[in-house]
């Protein structure tokens, strides 16, 4: 019987501790739920464990074979670039591995059950019908990105969470790098007719910008007491993302991807875009991997050779 390939987690990195440590947990509780599966995690910056001793790990472990899943909503230049270059340098550090690479979580059913869950929750639990959602209008908050394949991926979700589930409205906002910021987001949910607004994170766990999108929430609310403002929770380590990592290893496995790659600025010249297609890339340098004494530079060019 031949052994499965084991599991690598690649997170984007925090400088928040508590989210470093909930992806640690989540990591760990999916070696739980696959004792007989090795699973490792690591991040691309900012946080330990680098990528690259997560790799290190499955290896002394006796791993030659992996499927690394990115743990990451949307494909951005760290699912389309950092990552893959840096599992490319690791097939040269460790020399007979080989692996395959998954796409990213969302959107996904089983994410617009918990991000509906999370708006219920909000709602004090008394919203779960079209008709008791009807004066409800969702803003939907994303980490934003200079990759415009990316953002438009959070209007799919937004509007993905607004099909059937009777709410009035479910806008986008974005909280760093792409417009519009909360504040203006809030402001056209009003423009719209809005009286009762729900700003819903789009990020999987706890962190810096989370926490900023709850700050620049409440920071409208205080000078719009017209309004209600309600801030619901992050995605956090449901049974659902569980079971999604495992299904997009699954697929990983299987060599079935299925990534969407029509509107990459890195294949596809868009307007505004044109100079990153076909760019090289280079690996995030991690400041905790001792196999990298170069810092934290960073090429912002890709050449988009995830493998697909």
Request: aromatic share 6%; proline share 8%; glycine share 12%.
């Amino acid at each position: 019987m031949t052994t499965p390939p084991a599991l690598l987690i690649a997170g984007h990195g925090t400088r928040d501790e508590a989210g470093a440590e909930a992806f640690r947990a989540f990591v760990e509780e999916l070696g739980r739920r696959s004792p007989d599966l090795p699973v490792a995690g690591g991040f691309i910056e900012l946080s330990p464990p680098p990528l690259t001793e997560a790799v290190g790990e499955l290896v002394g472990r006796g791993v030659r074979r992996f499927a690394a899943v990115p743990l990451m909503l949307v494909s951005a230049g760290h699912a389309k670039g950092d990552i893959p270059a840096a599992l490319a340098r690791e097939k040269e550090r460790h020399p007979g591995i080989s692996y395959t690479y998954g796409r990213p979580l969302g959107p996904h059913p089983s994410l617009l059950t918990v991000l509906e869950r999370r708006l219920d929750e909000a709602l004090g639990g008394g919203a779960r019908t079209p008709e008791d959602r009807a004066d409800v209008t969702v803003l939907l908050v994303g980490r934003g990105s200079t990759d415009p394949d990316a953002n438009a991926e959070v209007h799919k979700a937004a509007r993905l969470l607004w099909e059937g589930r009777g709410y009035a409205g479910v806008e986008t906002a974005f909280v760093s790098l792409a417009a519009p910021d909360v504040p203006s987001g809030l402001d056209r949910c009003v423009k719209l007719g809005a009286r009762r607004i729900v700003v819903l994170p789009y990020f999987l766990f706890t962190g810096i910008l989370p926490d900023r999108v709850r700050q620049q929430t409440e920071g409208w609310a205080a000078a719009n007491p017209d309004v209600e403002v309600l801030s619901a929770d992050v995605i956090g380590p449901e049974p659902e993302l569980l079971d999604l990592v495992m299904e997009r290893y699954e697929e990983a496995v299987r060599g079935d991807l299925r990534m969407n790659c029509d509107t990459c600025v890195y294949r596809i010249a868009l307007p505004g875009f044109e100079d990153k297609v076909g760019l090289p890339q280079q690996p995030h340098f991690h400041p905790d991997d001792d196999g990298d004494h170069h810092g934290h530079g960073h090429s912002h060019g890709h050449s988009h050779s995830h493998a697909h």
